[in-house]
Structures are given as C-alpha cells and as structure tokens.
C-alpha cells in the first residue's frame, strides 16, 4: 500500500503565504511525476502544479509566478510553496503521486485526503 498525507494548510489573509507538504510512504519503488490539484466549491478538481522526478515543471496559468512546486526525492516528499495568495485561491488541495509499488511493473495513481486552503479577503 502507499500513502500521501498533506499538511500545511491553513487560513492565511489575501497576500500572504502558505506551504504544502506531501509525504509519501508504503511499498515505494519508484515514484514518477508529483503533483497538486485543488478543488473549490461547486468546482472541477483542476491541475495546479506538477513536477517529474527530474525536476521539470509545469503550472497552471493563474499559478505561474506566484506559486512553486519542488520535491526531495530522498524524502518522498513534494511542496507548494503559495505566495501573494488570493481569495480565489481558497480550495481543498490534494497531492497526487505516481507511483511504482514493489512488485509492479507500472505506475499507479495515488490520492492524498486533501488539505484546506483558505484565503480571507
């Protein structure tokens, strides 16, 4: 089995910062592309960032600049930093991993529970 737990998030007024954690744990042999999505009220979960196991990334337009995702592979684990956040910002954000298990031969898709992200105006 392999785990993600999120922490970091928080209530934060607009223009402030918030870090996110995402830890990987479990039967790991090989972890591809991380990532964080969000997901607000009434909304689609939309793609925020992602980060392959060689350190290209990728942002979503409205994050670019403001938001940077990075990963220590040692750890298994990847961030968000978020900075001059936004009330528009405020959403569930979950961490996504690619993951090889022990045994497995392909990656697999894996979720974590999703972290609260509150941005006051």
């Known amino acids: 089995q392999v785990q993600l737990v999120e922490s970091g998030g928080g209530l934060v007024q607009a223009g402030g910062s918030l870090r996110l954690s995402c830890a990987a744990s479990?039967?790991?042999?090989?972890?591809?592309?991380m990532g964080w999505y969000r997901q607000a009220p009434g909304k689609q979960r939309e793609l925020v960032a992602i980060?392959?196991?060689?350190?290209?990334?990728n942002y979503a337009d409205s994050m670019k600049g403001r938001f940077t995702i990075s990963r220590d592979n040692a750890k298994n684990t990847v961030y968000l930093q978020m900075n001059s956040l936004k009330p528009e910002d405020t959403a569930v954000y979950y961490c996504?991993?690619?993951?090889?298990?022990?045994?497995?031969?392909?990656?697999?898709?894996?979720w974590g529970q999703g972290t609260q992200v509150t941005v006051s105006s």
């Open positions: 479990g039967s790991i042999f090989k972890i591809n592309a």
């Open positions: 980060i392959t196991s060689g350190g290209s990334t």
């Open positions: 996504n991993a690619r993951v090889v298990p022990t045994s497995r031969f392909y990656d697999y898709d894996y």
